[in-house]
Structures are given as structure tokens and as C-alpha cells.
């Protein structure tokens, strides 16, 4: 598992979608009902900033073509068909700060939701 960075838990509650850099295709970071989430900030579909789009509720729409992707699983929400889900990042709210991990292939999440989870 690799440490990816950290991000202002203040910011994020100020803006709801922040870019955190991670060439070569950064980490979308956000709040949902308190709970840190984390995915590949480029759209799968196109390579689009998601951190650009629009959020809505637990979801975020590219602003490029109008994927919609969940916040906490990456799963695509719609239209479905068109693309994969995507990646997600293990986040995790210490202090006011919220960390990301990249878990690469060997790292799973159990129990639980992603921001509450244990590592296994």
C-alpha cells in the first residue's frame, strides 16, 4: 500500500470535490456524510478532471460527457454500459486532515463502508 497524500478536511467540507495530485492521474477526494471517500480523479470514459464536475448528492458527474460516478464505491451510476467503474483509494479522516492510500491490487477493504472499514 502506498501513502498517496493528504488534504484539509476543511477544504474539502468547503469545496465537496478536491484534486489531489498523484500523477499521472490524481485522486478525487470528498466528504460523504462525514465519511472520506477517494477516487481516480480522471474520468475512465474520456480522462476528464471529475474533480471539475458537478456533485450531487453521494455522486459525481464528468463534466465532459455527464458520466456519473458514486463518490464512495466509483461504481458508475450512469449511462450504464458505456465505461467502467472507478478506481477507488482508501481515505480515512485523522484530525483534520483526510489521508489516501493507494492499495494497489493487494490490499482489500472488509467490513463495513470504505470509511469505516478495516484494512486487511
Do not use: K
Not at 9 to 33: C, M, W
Not at 47 to 67: F, K, N, Q, T, W
Not at 105 to 111: F, L, Q, S, T, Y
Amino acid at each position: 500500500m502506498r501513502f498517496v497524500g493528504r488534504v484539509s478536511r476543511g477544504l474539502v467540507e468547503d469545496s465537496g470535490l478536491v484534486r489531489l495530485d498523484d500523477p499521472p492521474f490524481h485522486v478525487l477526494v470528498a466528504l460523504v456524510d462525514g465519511v472520506a471517500c477517494a477516487i481516480e480523479d480522471a474520468c475512465n470514459h474520456a480522462g476528464a478532471s471529475l474533480s471539475d464536475g458537478e456533485r450531487i448528492g453521494a455522486s459525481v458527474v464528468c463534466p465532459m460527457h455527464g458520466y456519473r460516478f458514486d463518490l464512495i464505491t466509483g461504481r458508475l451510476l450512469a449511462p450504464l454500459g458505456l465505461c467502467g467503474d472507478q478506481r477507488r483509494l482508501i481515505a480515512r479522516v485523522v484530525g483534520d486532515e483526510i489521508l489516501v492510500w493507494d492499495p494497489g491490487a493487494e490490499v482489500a477493504i472488509v467490513g463495513g463502508s470504505p470509511g469505516s472499514g478495516r484494512l486487511a
